[in-house]
């Protein structure tokens, strides 16, 4: 699915659902399309809206605003608009020179979690290598590669292509500065309904220049 592709299905106002604040603060999440099979999953709008936590690197509590984290399939990015920034990490060995982090498990209520965050101990990521990302370019994405995105514009929004499932027994990770966190609960993925969903719609198509 391309960016022509996304947008035409985007202006039908027809989404599949959507969520109002999914992971961070004044983010969205909207389906277009769900998985077809093994090797050609769902495909997700993230849409920064006005009042979206991602202009920074760091939030108020000193960690990541987004924690670094992996998939459970290979993803393909798609910017539809704004400015993003993308950030790679790799992890390093416990007695590198690199930055003190935790590793979490994080157990989404989207999949049917709880929501809350499981420790696995200290561990190490490097500095991130950043690319800023270009309306319409494709940025794969592995499933074990670690990842964040900065918006540094006031709205944004990204599609997210899911790809080939990864290997049974594999479980994503995401990295904390925090050796124990909680996930907030009140006001996180809310379901949006229809009239809302085609008005961010509406929003995202009109601001995407292609």
Not at 54 to 69: I, Q
Not at 138 to 161: D, E, I, L, N
Not at 178 to 194: E, I, M
Request: glycine residues 8%; neutral net charge.
């Amino acid at each position: 699915m391309r960016i022509e592709q996304i947008v035409a299905k985007m202006a039908t106002g027809k989404l599949l659902s959507g969520i109002a604040n999914c992971h961070v603060v004044g983010v969205n999440s909207y389906v277009i399309q769900e998985r077809v099979n093994s090797s050609q999953g769902m495909v997700r709008i993230f849409h920064a809206t006005g009042g979206h936590s991602l202009a920074t690197m760091f939030g108020s509590d000193c960690d990541f605003s987004l924690l670094p984290h992996n998939h459970r399939q290979d993803i393909e990015l798609i910017l539809l608009y704004g400015q993003v920034e993308h950030f790679v990490f790799c992890i390093k060995p416990a007695s590198s020179y690199a930055l003190p982090v935790y590793e979490m498990r994080f157990s989404p209520v989207l999949l049917g979690g709880d929501g809350e965050f499981r420790s696995l101990g200290a561990s190490r990521i490097s500095a991130p290598l950043a690319s800023d990302m270009q309306v319409g370019s494709v940025v794969p994405v592995p499933y074990q590669t670690v990842h964040g995105m900065r918006v540094r514009s006031k709205s944004a929004a990204w599609a997210v292509r899911e790809k080939a499932e990864a290997p049974k027994g594999w479980d994503p990770s995401c990295y904390s500065m925090l050796a124990s966190k909680t996930a907030p609960k009140d006001g996180f993925y809310v379901p949006l309904s229809q009239p809302e969903l085609s008005r961010f719609a509406m929003e995202v198509v009109d601001a995407v220049s292609i």
